[in-house]
């Protein structure tokens, strides 16, 4: 949440351990922070490798959205769907995320766009995004359910 990340996810090489590689892979997964763009981490990645013979082919990529406000009406109605269905101990906060959710197909439409999820995940269940045997407890799931319905009938 402070700054841009990049992750190598995949690396291929040699096809065999006792076998000379004649060539290397790697994808390297990156998020951008607000105020970096795509311009500025492929530079970033090109300064990092030194090295000219070293192809960099972007594959799939978007700008980070624009921040949505965190005042006015939009937020008040997010803010009363949170207290009204997790709880009063729930303290409505922004914040940046990084992960490139499908929100940013939703920015060419509305100017306030906000990536929340409200299912309280165990470190368990978080351990499981995007991994093997991905879950959500029912009781869980159906408190969500609950929050998008009190947004709906707020707004």
């Known amino acids: ?3 841009t990340t990049a992750v190598v996810t995949e690396l291929s090489g040699a096809p065999g351990e006792n076998v000379l590689a004649t060539s290397a892979k790697a994808s390297v997964n990156i998020r951008l922070l607000t105020g970096d763009t795509i311009e500025s981490a492929t530079a970033h990645v090109r300064r990092a490798v030194s090295d000219d013979n070293v192809e960099i082919e ?3 990529a978007s700008n980070p959205s624009p921040v949505s406000p965190w005042r006015g009406e939009p937020w008040r109605r997010i803010a009363g769907a949170v207290v009204s269905t ?3 101990d729930v303290v409505p906060t922004p914040y940046v995320q990084l992960g490139a959710s499908d929100s940013r197909w939703f920015t060419a439409i509305s100017e306030h766009v906000y990536r929340f999820t409200p299912f309280h995940l165990t470190r368990a269940e978080r351990d499981t995004l995007h991994s093997h045997n991905e879950r959500i407890r029912v009781e869980v799931w159906l408190r969500g359910i609950g929050f ?3 947004l709906i009938e707020a707004s």
């Open 1 to 3: 949440m402070v700054r």
């Open 58 to 60: 972007i594959r799939h």
């Open 86 to 88: 997790l709880g009063t």
């Open 148 to 150: 998008y319905r009190a």
